[in-house]
């Protein structure tokens, strides 16, 4: 049976959720704050999660959503998922539509998606990216925006509650501040 490491970082107390859609632009941005924002306030305060947020708009998200679990199952899981996560934010153009609905991905099968992200990232997903546990991830993870009222990303919760204060165009030290006021 596959085990699904965390996407977490830090052990904190305060708790600060990230829901991303992959390739979604705004998300990229967020993402690449979670290192530098844990090396600011200290990772002994914060805990980040990322919580995958597929998006009908992103046409590949379900498949890109699904092999960052996929990678998340393997040995080293967590740091697997943030490789793929890292693999389609540096090479967005590769994974998404332009303007959502045309383009060089028209004629892109699911299959050439996860060969891009196994070449991209470096990680072997195939075999994973088949497993009913993934499956059941993916469904928690949309499971678990809906129930919290989330329905685009990026969106970010603070201790359990969404807070539309941050922004992925804000600074890390903002989002500092805001946690840590």
């Known amino acids: 049976m596959a085990h699904l490491s965390a996407l977490k970082w830090g052990t904190g107390t305060r708790t600060f959720e990230m829901f991303l859609e992959p390739t979604c632009p705004f998300s ?35 498949v890109i959503v699904r092999a960052i679990l996929a990678a998340s199952t393997l040995e080293q899981g967590r740091g697997k998922a943030h490789y793929v996560l890292l693999a389609v934010a540096d090479h967005r153009e590769e994974f998404e539509f332009t303007d959502h609905c045309s383009g060089p991905n028209m004629n892109t099968t699911p ?45 970010f919760m603070v201790d359990g509650l969404i807070d539309p204060a941050f922004s992925s165009g804000d600074s890390v030290d903002e989002w500092a501040g805001r946690l840590f006021p």
Request: no cysteine; aromatic share 8%.
């Open 28 to 62: 990229v941005k967020s993402l690449r704050k979670i290192q530098p924002l844990l090396e600011k306030v200290g990772e002994e305060n914060l805990t980040v999660h990322i919580r995958l947020q597929s998006q009908p708009w992103h046409m590949f998200s379900g």
């Open 111 to 155: 299959a050439e998606i996860l060969a891009r992200l196994e070449t991209y990232s470096g990680v072997a997903l195939a075999e994973a990216f088949t497993l009913e546990d993934v499956t059941k991830a993916v469904k928690w993870h949309a499971k678990y925006s809906r129930q919290n009222g989330i329905h685009v990303s990026p969106t």
